[in-house]
């Protein structure tokens, strides 16, 4: 029933681990170079910190979204439990709440 919607969480996970793969090797990397670019470079790991973040957020909510998937949980409102829409599911397949209880 959720086939489309399986299909386009585990395209985006594993986008979505790519994406933080790639974050953290760079913020990984040594910082070997003179103080401006130090400067810039230190602000890039903030950046990179605040982007790693919020994609392991998403990453955890679609681990979520797939776990209610698998147990048929998926599509009720976590917090009224309601139907939420399709409309919504396709457009934010990851989410857990109903469009009344996200606003
Ligand atoms: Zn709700």
Redesign the pocket.
Known sequence: MYEKIKEKLDKRKEELQALVNKVETSARRKLDKDFEEQAIERQNEEVLTALDNSLNEELEQIHEALYRIEKNMYGK?A??G?EIGEKRLLAVPHTS??I??AE
Request: glycine content about 0%.
């Open positions: 409102c917090n009224c309601a709440l109903c009344n209880c």
